[in-house]
């Protein structure tokens, strides 16, 4: 043993325990595989520290002290100088590690006690052994150690996995059972505990390490499935040693590296027990995982393959048990369907969740139903037994749930905190069984042992003698305790609202939580029905998830009656016919009703027609069945309770009647034949026929035709029954009573238009005179007619009675017209003409006006004044007509005259009529023609006029239709012929054109014949004409003077003349028709054209002379002449063609035929052909095969090596072909060719080769990539250029064109092919990409004549989106407490981008914040969820891009919420933070209340004590200013004492006792008063009102708070204390009612407070932003104002719009893309200069620096580098010297102190004020001001010298620029290229962009103004219309009856409580007697939240609420 001192510890080998105070310790060295197997027992001194320890340890193991190692225990808490003391215990065992979570190369031992705890004394009488009560006991045993399991697992996020395996295959070792969990583990300790007998999870503190230190109950959860059910530290061990004889468990804790080992044996305890050992200490073996060498046993090889799936789990623990006892193995073998069945009915609800295993729901795996429990059962030669009790479907919970198709859900709450959760589910009777579940181990059927066998006892009701229900504790079946039923669900003694065997369909489950207690087996409840059936539990139905306090009782009959009706189908339904409404019920019960032609009751069918007999109705109904009702909206087929039979009433002759009865109410027992003799009976006594006779003749008989006008004569009428008897009234009074028959007489017209009842009489039988009609003469029009005598009856002229036809009979006749008695005319056909004839119709009618015929022969007589008439014959019968009737005679016009024609017929009664008829004149006869001369004289080229008339036989100027008069002229060819229409008039004037006859000499003799060709009967008129010659031009020549000799020029004559010369000297003559020459005058010169030139001078065409011809200078062209003259009576022309001839030679000609392109390097297609021309270009005969000599061919370029000349003898020219030029520049290339002293030249166009490769354009360096970020699009569109191989760009279109890419790299637009246009280009438009983070490539390819052609590679550097929101940060102090009523924490909320930067610049706006309560609906928003917008930032708040929410009003009701915070990326996509829940706690407390507000009690001193009775169970709470309740922790007393109205009363009433004051306990937030009772005989003035004062006294808090006062009316008499009472019940209800419109009044004044706030606060905005747009000019309106706002928008947004897309100055240098918020861009892109010259000079001065990346960190600025590998030049701002930037308000040099020192020329300027930076100003100025410092520009070079040459005098000179381009250095240098800057175009795009124009800025502004104007327009119209109809609503008739209501209840107020005695005003006023709704208003609440609750309580209020 070795010593480290007096404080160290004393090591030693052997074991047993040291001196007092020592510790022992067990150490096992486990650093290395080859360590040393066994421990080191060490002791360890009282005073002992880590050190001194720690060196004893390397003493005793020979470790060097400057080893590094860690000693920990063997649950890897390493062992520190802070927790020595508390973890080196005496018996621990600890291990020396490398490190903490170093693997165990070998196992140890570690050893343990587990002596039972005391509790097995304590808790030692209750039920500790499995009781079978007629079941095997063996699943429940399995059932504790799944209860372990399932507390084990309850902490699992994912799936709770659970096995149970039986090992029964001998191969494997001997029958095991093994229980195996994916739960937490147990350490070492925790499975130290396990071992320990009675070990609960409440005992296991102080030395006892457990999963469940420090306990604390789960919180609440639907029926408590909180996994919380492995509790007593009993049944496990119970179950194990029940099970089998050994337990051997296996555990992993997660975080852990090692597995712990205990095994407990029956056969170990006895041995130990045989030794004298001490029998509950052994080892706990620890080991790392798979790690299974130390099972040697063959009884146990399954455990080998047990423990290698070990390596899979992070934690677990299994419980392998063996030894199993044979008879438990043959019950697991053969009754595995049975013991899994019953386990699947323990765990039913932690398997399936809280609504259980419904088939009717989707099953998705959640929170609630993650629980798998496998069992597998292993045997030898046969196929794994494998099961999932969640796939069992016949467990009884299952079973029940999926029979039963309602459920009734209460809840009972029990003394102290237990409740249980109850329902009740319905199993319906379904057509012809019970549908309630049988179960295997209760069967419902029972049979009686005593029956004889051949009696058989009635089946029993659906859940017989079982009880109603099953009782769950913690969620899992408590399977020994039921309960039978409730008070409330009893069957009632007297018949309920439901039958009695309902009450048998009913199944239920209670579900309890742990406040209840069971049997440490968990078989039994101890205590549970006894306490559900204690008076003061209290039952609550659960209705939609809430509880609600009504009669369960009630509640429960009325649940069942409506499941029994809705349910149960018992009578069945066939021959469905359809679905209808019936409107002879009530409205709410029309509809639907199923309806069927048959039903199947008890056995019987009954069908449509059958009859039947009712029972129980007044009278008995006996009918025939017309069809069944079913209420409900069914379809076919189906069974169900209840419905009607609607029954036709028999005889039906009888009873017209329908009746609908309950099917219930038919006769089951009646024959159908003795309803259908008694049908039968009743027919015989009806009206069966009639009986008619005629007394006085004029019978009609049936079908007979009459005259109009014959009289029907008399009738006598009897009423026959069947027997022949006359009746004259219905039978007796037994049907219906006795009802007088009539006989009704109708006479029917029967017509087109319908039938018309003329004639109608009724008749009844007198006592002496039978059924009697008159004589009917008055039948007069034409018809068929219908004669019907009916029986009806007396009262209602009814012809049917009870649905059958009265006698009748009917007799049909017809009535035709009489003889002819008058005439008129029928329709006639005009029109009339003399001498043509025409018919008259004429119709007869008889005496009654119908229409007759004529019979006899009749001669007519017509008369006509002025007419001679006459007619041919007249017709008789059904169309009599005059025919022929023909009338002569003089009219006066063609539009004829009008003449009254008179028809006399003699032997007719009225013989006579007048016909009005107007004639027109005949046909055409005759034609006269004037003049009447027969021959007429005119002139050649004249016309001549003839007047013609057309005339009738009687000489009247008569005209028809295309009447047309012709003239023809003979004598001479082509002659005219006149025409004129004399159709309407019949006379006109016949002309036509003139009279012309060619090469007229002399006088000419013609004819001229007049006639009508349409009307051949008239002759023509003929008339003889004589023609002589005209005087006018009749002929034209032309000739050309050449010297003396006039040659004629004949017309189209052909004229040879020199190209380009001019013919003079050309005349003309003019002749008539005699050949006489006509002088030229000055009116015929007017009319002389030429086509040649359109000035002729006129002087020259009176002498005779035209003008001179042009001749064209192209042979080719050909001139036409021509001379025209033209006048009233001839057109005449001469005409000749000028043909021109070559001019000597002058020019060569060259010209390429073919193509003008040349490919290069290849020849030109076509060939140039050479000629010789005149001046005019006119092609010379010059050349000859000798002449390719001297041709010359020259050009630029000109490959001359395939030159080939031609000689075209045909054509004579000469042909050049082979023309090729070297390769060089595509473009125009000019071609000379010389002959002789005559040169020309050709130009061809040179063009690209063949393509060959693919080049960008206006695209960055390739070699480097290109930065992009991900989402955004590329800087420049890509476009490609087909090129040759000469880097020429190839024009070729079509050529399609592919970008090949990978399959991780997206672009949009997405379509990759592509077609190049006419330049041979492609454009494919600027891609957006989409790709993780790195660099990717993608390459452009083109196929041409199916050749690929490769295009370069581009590489993408893709970074991510700095601007794009993911995410939003919410951060807010978690540990602050949220009280109702009060503000919440601030919140600070940012929107995080792809790069996890914060990004800024977001409108707040855009920022919002959600609050709803929770609810069992899930987490998202409901659609009323109360939105917040952001608070203003304040001065002290951190950089842009955080937004807060401060003060937001924290809700007024207790419970949790959710916050969740919005930001809104665009109109429809919202990103949504994580939710964050919250507990609103109850506020301060403030006052005392009763939970229920009871009656104002009325009580007087009486003996009975019930009269005494001020309250009873009076609950007293304390609440805050919101009225939740609070205080729960608060303990006091609450004191009341009784007070009057007035201090001084001392003569108040007392209390039982003749006490004034009583205390009453304050416990768990509330005083429970079961009774307070006035004494007897009590002092007290009657009549009086008085207070209860309960004062709440309460020490733990320091403030006061309100009491609660209830007044009570005394009085001393019982019958004015009834009165009292009842007035005291009106006040309560008054002072209520009242309280509730005080409320809405006072909420409306407030809302409208506000309303008038906001409008005002609108009408400044409003104001203020109007008089801003004065300052910008824009004056708006007082009228139409948002018209005019809208077109003024319209158009300045069209100005900057159409400003913007003007072309300005900008940057072509592609900017780096900005991958992070720390990446501000390229210095080039950074600015912008407004002025040209200063942009190109500023530009060219930071050449160098332009393509600079500036960042704001030098991290930023080392990724860019090593993402381009170093070429990308960057600048971070954060390693700039900032103190040497130039101060940016510094004045020029050439001001000293203020003052000008000279005065400057070149307006000097510093070039950073040029400057113009569109984002991130201070740090732009920051690099300009470093890269410019104080460089200054001026206009130019002279300027900036005597600049200089000024300030150097006085100061240093910093570095001149001039815009002209030149630069002096700030050591004054200048001159030279280096200081000269180049055009702005040999910048290369590197150039400082312009801004946007100022105006655009200007425009921005006025627009912005005028958008922020409107937006404030439209709030003040939509504020200011919100307050006019609150105004309005004020007003309305509904709130003044509200306010008289009002007034009418403080009325009747006053007047009650002057009744009772009282005064209106007390010390104690109304709103503290009685708390109303009105309380919550009044209290204080910020302005939003007010506007929010008088919103809510706005416009609620109705009467009712009243």
Same mark, same amino acid.
């Given at each position: 043993m070795a010593s480290a001192g007096d404080d160290g510890p004393s090591v030693g080998t052997g074991e047993g325990h040291g001196g007092d105070g020592c510790r022992t310790v067990y150490l096992f060295d486990r650093r290395e595989k080859e360590s040393e197997l066994g421990d080191r027992v060490m002791q360890v001194g009282e005073r002992s520290d880590y050190a001194g320890f720690r060196a004893s340890v390397c003493e005793t193991l020979g470790i060097s002290p400057e080893e590094k190692f860690v000693i920990t225990t063997t649950s890897r808490k390493e062992i520190t100088c802070d927790n020595f003391d508390e973890l080196v215990k005496d018996g621990v065992t600890l291990y020396l590690l490398q490190s903490v979570n170093q693997l165990l190369l070998t196992a140890t031992k570690e050893r343990i006690e587990f002596l039972p705890h005391y509790d097995t004394l304590v808790k030692s009488g209750m039920y500790e052994y499995y009781a079978s009560e007629g079941q095997n006991p063996l699943p429940f045993a399995l059932a504790e150690l799944i209860d372990n399991s399932?507390?084990?697992?309850?902490?699992?996020?994912?799936?709770?996995?659970?096995?149970?395996?039986?090992?029964?295959?001998?191969?494997?070792?001997?029958?095991?059972?093994?229980?195996?969990?994916?739960?937490?583990?147990?350490?070492?300790?925790?499975?130290?505990?396990?071992?320990?007998?009675?070990?609960?999870?409440?005992?296991?503190?102080? #030395? $006892?390490?457990?999963?469940?230190?420090?306990?604390? !109950?789960?919180?609440?959860?639907?029926?408590?499935?909180?996994?919380?059910?492995?509790?007593?530290?009993?049944?496990?061990?119970?179950?194990?040693?029940?099970?089998?004889?050994?337990?051997?468990?296996?555990?992993?804790?997660?975080?852990?590296?090692?597995?712990?080992?205990?095994?407990?044996?029956?056969?170990?305890?006895?041995?130990?027990?045989?030794?004298?050992?001490?029998?509950?200490?052994?080892?706990?073996?620890? !080991?790392?995982?798979?790690?299974?060498?130390?099972?040697?046993?063959?009884?146990? !090889?399954?455990?080998?393959?047990?423990?290698?799936?070990?390596?899979?789990?992070?934690? $677990?623990?299994?419980?392998?048990? @063996?030894?199993?006892?044979?008879?438990?193995?043959?019950?697991?073998?053969?009754?595995?369907?049975?013991?899994?069945?019953?386990?699947?009915?323990?765990?039913? &609800?932690?398997?399936?969740?809280?609504?259980?295993?419904?088939?009717?729901?989707?099953?998705?795996?959640?929170?609630?139903n993650n629980i798998d429990i496998e069992i597998s059962m292993f045997e030898k030669g046969k196929a794994p037994k494998i099961v999932n009790l969640r796939e069992i479907q016949d467990d009884m919970q299952t079973l029940y749930i999926n029979t039963a198709t309602d459920s009734f859900e209460f809840k009972a709450h029990v003394e102290g905190d237990g409740v249980v959760e109850g329902i009740i589910r319905y199993h319906p009777f379904l057509y012809d069984r019970e549908t309630y579940p049988d179960d295997p181990c209760f069967p419902s059927k029972l049979k009686d042992e005593d029956d004889d066998d051949d009696c058989f006892i009635v089946e029993k009701a659906a859940r017989g003698k079982r009880p109603i229900f099953e009782c769950f504790w913690n969620g899992r079946l408590i399977p020994y305790t039921s309960v039978e039923d409730f008070d409330w669900c009893t069957p009632p003694k007297k018949r309920g609202l439901a039958p009695i065997e309902c009450y048998n369909r009913i199944s239920g489950a209670l579900f309890t939580n742990d406040r209840f207690q069971v049997s440490t087996n968990k078989l039994t409840f101890m205590d549970l029905e006894l306490k559900l059936k204690d008076k003061n539990t209290l039952f609550?139905?659960?209705?939609?998830?809430?509880?609600?306090?009504?009669?369960?009782?009630?509640?429960?009959?009325?649940?069942?009656?409506?499941?029994?009706?809705?349910?149960?189908?018992?009578?069945?339904?066939?021959?469905?016919?359809?679905?209808?409404?019936?409107?002879?019920?009530?409205?709410?019960?029309?509809?639907?009703?199923?309806?069927?032609?048959?039903?199947?009751?008890?056995?019987?069918?009954?069908?449509?027609?059958? /009859?039947?007999?009712?029972?129980?109705?007044?009278?008995?109904?006996?009918?025939?069945?017309?069809?069944?009702?079913? &209420?409900?909206?069914?379809?076919?087929? *189906?069974?169900?309770?209840?419905?009607?039979?609607?029954?036709?009433?028999?005889?039906?002759?009888?009873?017209?009647?329908?009746?609908?009865?309950?099917?219930?109410?038919?006769?089951?027992? *009646?024959?159908?034949?003795?309803?259908?003799?008694?049908?039968?009976?009743?027919?015989?006594?009806?009206?069966?026929?009639?009986?008619?006779?005629?007394?006085?003749?004029?019978?009609?008989?049936?079908?007979?035709?009459?005259?109009?006008? @014959?009289?029907?004569?008399? =009738?006598?009428?009897?009423?026959?029954?069947?027997?022949?008897?006359?009746?004259?009234?219905?039978?007796?009074?037994?049907?219906?009573?006795?009802?007088?028959?009539?006989?009704?007489? %109708?006479?029917?017209?029967?017509?087109?238009?319908?039938?018309?009842?003329?004639?109608?009489?009724?008749?009844?039988?007198?006592?002496?005179?039978?059924?009697?009609?008159?004589?009917?003469?008055?039948?007069?029009?034409?018809?068929?007619?219908?004669?019907?005598?009916?029986?009806? /009856?007396?009262?209602?002229?009814?012809?049917?009675?009870?649905?059958?036809?009265?006698?009748?009979?009917?007799?049909?006749?017809?009535?035709?017209?009489?003889?002819?008695? %008058?005439?008129?005319?029928?329709?006639?056909?005009?029109? +009339?003409?003399?001498?043509?004839?025409?018919?008259?119709?004429?119709?007869?009618?008889?005496?009654?006006?119908? @229409?007759?015929?004529?019979?006899?022969?009749?001669?007519?007589? =017509?008369?006509?004044?002025? =007419?001679?008439?006459?007619?041919?014959?007249?017709?008789?019968?059904?169309?009599?007509?005059?025919?022929?009737?023909?009338?002569?005679?003089?009219?006066?016009?063609?539009?004829?005259?009008? $003449?009254?024609?008179?028809?006399?017929?003699?032997? =007719?009664?009225?013989?006579?009529?007048?016909?009005?008829?107007?004639?027109l004149p005949g046909p055409p006869r005759q034609l006269k023609v004037k003049p009447d001369s027969e021959i007429l004289v005119i002139e050649n080229g004249t016309a001549f006029p003839f007047q013609v008339e057309v005339l009738d036989e009687s000489n009247n100027l008569t005209a028809q239709p295309k009447l047309i008069v012709h003239c023809k002229f003979l004598g001479a060819p082509n002659l005219p012929v006149y025409t004129v229409d004399c159709s309407s008039s019949g006379t006109s004037i016949l002309s036509g054109s003139a009279i012309q006859v060619q090469n007229i000499k002399k006088d000419q003799t013609l004819k001229a014949k007049i006639e009508i060709p349409s009307c051949k009967d008239v002759a023509p008129v003929e008339k003889t004409i004589k023609l002589l010659p005209s005087s006018h031009v009749a002929r034209l020549q032309i000739f050309s003077v050449e010297g003396q000799k006039a040659i004629q020029i004949k017309h189209q004559d052909e004229v040879n003349w020199i190209a380009g010369d001019i013919m003079h000297n050309l005349i003309f003559q003019m002749y008539d028709e005699g050949e006489r020459e006509i002088h030229v005058t000055s009116a015929l010169a007017e009319k002389i054209k030429v086509n040649w030139t359109p000035e002729i001078n006129k002087e020259h065409l009176l002498q005779g002379l035209l003008p001179d011809v042009q001749v064209p200078t192209s042979v080719k062209d050909m001139r036409y002449c021509q001379v025209s003259f033209q006048d009233d009576h001839v057109s005449l022309e001469s005409a000749f063609t000028v043909r021109p001839l070559p001019d000597e030679p002058k020019h060569l000609k060259c010209e390429l035929r073919g193509g003008k392109t040349v490919q290069m390097g290849q020849e030109l297609q076509g060939e140039i052909v050479i000629i010789v021309t005149d001046q005019y270009g006119n092609q010379i005969q010059a050349f000859s095969p000798t002449s390719l000599c001297a041709l010359g061919i020259a050009g630029n370029g000109l490959d001359s090596s395939q030159l080939k000349t031609t000689f075209q003898e045909n054509t004579q020219s000469i042909s050049v072909r082979g023309i090729r030029f070297i390769p060089g520049p595509p473009g125009n290339k000019d071609l000379c060719f010389t002959w002789r002293e005559f040169s020309d030249f050709i130009r061809v166009q040179l063009i690209s080769g063949p393509p060959a490769k693919l080049l960008l354009i206006d695209w960055p360096e390739l070699k480097e990539s290109i930065p992009v970020i991900n989402g955004r699009e590329l800087q420049n569109p890509l476009i490609v250029q087909l090129c040759d191989q000469w880097d020429n760009p190839a024009p070729i279109p079509q050529v399609k064109v592919n970008l090949m890419k990978p399959n991780i790299l997206k672009l949009t637009p997405s379509h990759l092919q592509h077609k190049t246009d006419e330049r041979g280009r492609a454009n494919l438009g600027v891609l957006s990409v989409y790709a993780p983070r790195g660099e990717h490539i993608m390459q452009v390819k083109a196929i041409y004549n199916k050749n690929t052609i490769e295009g370069p590679i581009i590489k993408l550097m893709i970074l991510p989106d700095p601007e794009k929101p993911i995410r939003l940060n919410v951060k807010y102090d978690k540990d602050a407490s949220f009280l109702a009523g009060g503000t919440f924490t601030d919140f600070m909320i940012t929107v995080i981008s792809e790069d996890d930067s914060i990004i800024k610049n977001i409108n707040p706006a855009r920022i919002s914040m959600k609050l709803w309560k929770l609810s069992n609906n899930g987490n998202r928003p409901p659609a009323n969820a109360e939105i917040f917008s952001c608070t203003k930032i304040k001065d002290n708040d951190k950089e842009d891009g955080c937004f807060y929410f401060r003060d937001k009003a924290i809700p007024n009701k207790v419970g949790m919420y959710c916050i969740q915070f919005g930001f809104m990326m665009d109109k429809a996509n919202i990103l949504n933070s994580e939710q964050v829940i919250i507990d609103v706690l109850p506020n301060q407390p403030v006052k005392l209340v009763p939970k229920i507000q009871p009656a104002t009690p009325a009580v007087s001193n009486v003996h009975s004590i019930a009269n005494r009775t001020l309250v009873k169970d009076l609950r007293l709470i304390i609440t805050d200013e919101y009225n939740n309740q609070t205080g729960i922790d608060l303990v006091g007393t609450i004191i009341a004492t009784i007070k009057g109205s007035n201090e001084e009363d001392t003569d108040t009433p007392l209390f039982?006792?003749?006490?004034?004051?009583?205390? $009453?306990?304050?416990?768990?937030?509330?005083?429970?008063?079961?009774?307070?009772?006035?004494?007897?005989?009590?002092?007290?003035?009657?009549?009086?009102?008085?207070?209860?004062?309960?004062?709440?006294?309460?020490?733990?808090?320091?403030?006061?708070?309100?009491?609660?006062?209830?007044?009570?009316?005394?009085?001393?008499?019982?019958?004015?204390?009834?009165?009292?009472?009842?007035?005291?019940?009106?006040?309560?209800?008054?002072?209520?009612?009242?309280?509730?419109?005080?409320?809405?009044?006072?909420?409306?004044?407030?809302?409208?407070?506000?309303?008038?706030?906001?409008?005002?606060?609108?009408?400044?905005?409003?104001?203020?932003?109007?008089?801003?747009?004065?300052?910008?000019?824009?004056?708006?309106?007082?009228?139409?104002?948002?018209?005019?706002?809208?077109?003024?928008?319209?158009?300045?947004?069209?100005?900057?719009?159409?400003?913007?897309?003007?072309?300005?100055?900008?940057?072509?240098?592609?900017? &780096?893309?900005?991958? @992070?918020?720390?990446?501000?861009?390229?210095?080039?892109?950074?600015?912008?200069?407004?002025?040209?010259?200063?942009?190109? *000079?500023?530009?060219?001065?930071?050449?160098?620096?332009?393509?600079?990346?500036?960042?704001?960190?030098?991290?930023?600025?080392?990724?860019?580098?090593?993402?381009?590998?170093?070429?990308?030049?960057?600048?971070? /701002? #954060?390693?700039?010297?900032?103190?040497?930037?130039?101060?940016?308000?510094?004045?020029?040099?050439?001001?000293?102190?203020?003052?000008?020192?000279?005065?400057?020329?070149?307006?000097?300027? +510093?070039?950073?004020?040029?400057?113009?930076?569109?984002?991130?100003?201070?740090?732009?100025?920051?690099?300009?001001?470093?890269?410019?410092?104080?460089?200054?520009?001026?206009?130019?070079?002279?300027?900036?010298?005597?600049?200089?040459?000024?300030?150097?005098?006085?100061?240093?000179?910093?570095?001149?620029?001039?815009?002209?381009?030149?630069?002096?250095?700030?050591?004054?240098?200048?001159?030279?290229?280096?200081?000269?800057?180049?055009?702005?175009?040999?910048?290369?795009?590197?150039?400082?962009?312009?801004?946007?124009?100022?105006?655009?800025?200007?425009?921005?502004?006025?627009?912005?103004? /005028?958008?922020? &104007?409107?937006?404030?327009?439209d709030k003040l119209n939509h504020l200011t219309e919100d307050l006019n109809g609150q105004l309005e609503y004020l007003q309305s008739p509904e709130m003044k009856k509200k306010k008289q209501e009002l007034d009418e209840r403080e009325k009747n107020l006053k007047l009650i409580e002057q009744k009772l005695g009282m005064t209106p005003t007390h010390k104690c006023n109304d709103s503290l007697r009685h708390p109303t709704k009105a309380e919550i208003a009044e209290c204080p609440i910020p302005p939003k939240r007010m506007r929010r609750e008088a919103t809510r309580q706005n416009r609620t209020m109705t009467k009712t609420d009243a």
């Open positions: 399932l507390s084990a697992t309850s902490r699992n996020t994912g799936i709770r996995k659970i096995q149970i395996k039986l090992h029964f295959d001998e191969t494997q070792g001997k029958p095991a059972v093994a229980v195996i969990d994916n739960g937490r583990g147990m350490t070492s300790k925790q499975l130290n505990n396990w071992a320990v007998y009675r070990l609960s999870k409440f005992t296991r503190q102080g #030395d $006892f390490e457990s999963d469940h230190s420090g306990y604390v !109950r789960p919180v609440p959860v639907p029926r408590s499935l909180n996994s919380d059910i492995s509790y007593f530290g009993v049944g496990g061990k119970q179950a194990v040693f029940f099970v089998g004889q050994s337990a051997r468990m296996i555990s992993k804790p997660a975080e852990s590296q090692d597995v712990h080992e205990l095994v407990l044996s029956k056969e170990d305890f006895e041995k130990k027990e045989k030794n004298k050992e001490s029998i509950y200490s052994g080892y706990i073996r620890n !080991r790392k995982p798979s790690d299974s060498v130390h099972i040697t046993n063959d009884d146990e !090889r399954f455990l080998h393959y047990l423990i290698s799936e070990e390596k899979e789990k992070d934690s $677990f623990t299994a419980v392998v048990i @063996t030894g199993v006892q044979s008879e438990h193995i043959q019950y697991l073998k053969n009754y595995f369907h049975l013991w899994t069945r019953q386990l699947a009915h323990i765990y039913h &609800y932690y398997i399936h969740g809280p609504k259980g295993n419904e088939k009717r729901t989707s099953k998705e795996v959640g929170p609630v609550t139905r659960i209705l939609n998830g809430q509880e609600q306090r009504m009669k369960i009782d009630r509640e429960f009959a009325l649940w069942l009656k409506d499941c029994h009706e809705k349910y149960d189908k018992q009578i069945k339904f066939t021959l469905f016919k359809g679905i209808i409404t019936r409107s002879d019920l009530p409205s709410k019960k029309q509809g639907p009703w199923a309806t069927y032609s048959a039903i199947e009751w008890d056995g019987k069918i009954y069908k449509a027609g059958q /009859l039947v007999k009712t029972i129980k109705t007044l009278p008995l109904f006996y009918g025939s069945i017309e069809k069944f009702f079913l &209420y409900g909206d069914h379809d076919g087929e *189906v069974y169900a309770t209840g419905g009607e039979v609607q029954i036709a009433m028999e005889p039906r002759a009888l009873y017209d009647e329908i009746k609908t009865v309950p099917i219930a109410k038919l006769d089951r027992t *009646v024959a159908e034949k003795v309803v259908k003799k008694y049908v039968e009976d009743e027919m015989a006594r009806l009206p069966d026929r009639l009986s008619v006779t005629w007394p006085e003749g004029d019978e009609l008989l049936p079908n007979e035709i009459r005259p109009a006008g @014959t009289p029907i004569g008399a =009738l006598r009428i009897e009423i026959l029954n069947k027997k022949g008897e006359a009746m004259q009234k219905l039978p007796g009074p037994s049907h219906g009573g006795s009802k007088k028959l009539l006989v009704e007489l %109708k006479v029917i017209l029967h017509s087109s238009s319908g039938n018309k009842e003329i004639i109608s009489h009724i008749s009844q039988h007198g006592g002496k005179w039978p059924y009697w009609f008159k004589k009917m003469e008055n039948i007069q029009k034409l018809g068929n007619y219908t004669l019907k005598l009916q029986v009806v /009856l007396n009262e209602s002229n009814a012809d049917t009675y009870a649905g059958r036809p009265l006698p009748s009979k009917v007799i049909k006749f017809s009535v035709k017209e009489g003889k002819p008695e %008058k005439f008129s005319f029928g329709l006639l056909d005009p029109p +009339f003409r003399v001498g043509v004839p025409f018919n008259i119709p004429l119709e007869f009618q008889d005496e009654f006006g119908h @229409t007759s015929q004529l019979i006899n022969d009749i001669q007519p007589v =017509l008369e006509a004044s002025g =007419l001679s008439l006459q007619y041919e014959e007249i017709t008789k019968g059904p169309n009599c007509v005059i025919r022929g009737v023909t009338a002569r005679g003089p009219v006066n016009s063609c539009q004829g005259k009008n $003449f009254n024609l008179k028809v006399v017929l003699p032997g =007719l009664k009225e013989d006579s009529q007048i016909l009005k008829i107007r004639l039982v006792g003749k006490v004034r004051t009583l205390e $009453f306990p304050f416990v768990k937030g509330s005083a429970e008063i079961t009774s307070l009772v006035l004494a007897e005989n009590s002092p007290g003035k009657d009549s009086t009102e008085y207070f209860i004062i309960f004062e709440p006294q309460l020490p733990a808090l320091s403030r006061t708070l309100e009491s609660y006062i209830l007044p009570f009316m005394f009085s001393d008499d019982v019958k004015k204390q009834q009165q009292m009472m009842a007035f005291a019940k009106q006040k309560d209800e008054l002072s209520k009612s009242i309280g509730v419109y005080r409320s809405v009044f006072e909420t409306s004044k407030q809302l409208i407070d506000e309303m008038k706030c906001q409008v005002e606060a609108a009408k400044l905005k409003e104001a203020q932003l109007r008089n801003e747009l004065k300052t910008h000019n824009i004056d708006i309106p007082t009228t139409h104002q948002m018209p005019h706002i809208e077109a003024l928008l319209k158009r300045k947004l069209s100005e900057q719009e159409e400003l913007k897309r003007k072309p300005r100055r900008s940057c072509t240098l592609p900017n &780096y893309t900005k991958g @992070t918020a720390n990446v501000l861009g390229k210095i080039a892109h950074l600015a912008q200069i407004e002025d040209d010259r200063a942009a190109m *000079v500023i530009s060219w001065h930071l050449a160098s620096d332009m393509d600079c990346v500036v960042t704001l960190t030098t991290d930023a600025a080392r990724c860019i580098y090593d993402e381009t590998q170093g070429r990308q030049q960057v600048l971070p /701002l #954060d390693s700039i010297y900032k103190k040497t930037l130039p101060d940016w308000k510094r004045p020029l040099p050439h001001y000293r102190n203020g003052k000008l020192y000279f005065k400057p020329i070149g307006d000097p300027v +510093f070039a950073r004020d040029l400057l113009t930076f569109p984002d991130n100003v201070e740090h732009c100025e920051t690099v300009f001001g470093m890269l410019l410092g104080d460089t200054i520009i001026l206009d130019n070079l002279d300027a900036a010298n005597h600049y200089r040459k000024e300030v150097v005098k006085i100061s240093h000179c910093p570095t001149l620029l001039t815009r002209d381009g030149d630069r002096i250095r700030s050591n004054g240098k200048f001159g030279g290229l280096q200081n000269k800057a180049p055009p702005m175009d040999k910048l290369r795009g590197m150039v400082f962009g312009a801004p946007v124009p100022k105006q655009c800025r200007v425009l921005g502004e006025q627009i912005d103004l /005028l958008q922020q &104007y409107r937006s404030a327009l």
